[in-house]
């Protein structure tokens, strides 16, 4: 939920720097990202689970560790989304202050 924290400075930050450069609207930024966020934590928590209930039973299965590892790249590519706004919002605004 940290990633969510931080998703939501992304607004603020770009309507100091001005909405306009923004290539998403405001608040399907922070929607999508929190709910990206979210639904990353459900898939990480339920592979996690699903690991620890195969190793105690001694069933080692690597389809368990898939799915946690794809929570976490999930929530990785959400993050570089999130950058990917920014840096545009940044490099956009920093573009039109010099012309």
């Known amino acids: 939920m940290f990633s969510a924290a931080i998703y939501t400075t992304a607004p603020k930050m770009i309507q100091v720097y001005g909405v306009s450069h923004a290539p998403l609207p405001l608040r399907l930024v922070v929607w999508v990202l929190v709910a990206c966020d979210v639904i990353a934590t459900i898939v990480q928590v339920t592979g996690a689970a699903l690991v620890g209930a195969a190793y ?22 959400s993050f570089a989304i999130y950058l990917l706004e920014l840096t ?5 605004a920093r573009n039109n202050t010099n012309s």
């Open 88 to 92: 545009t919002t940044l490099y956009k």
């Open 56 to 77: 105690s039973d001694q069933k080692f299965s690597t389809t368990y560790n898939q799915i946690l590892l794809a929570g976490l790249a999930f929530q990785v590519a």
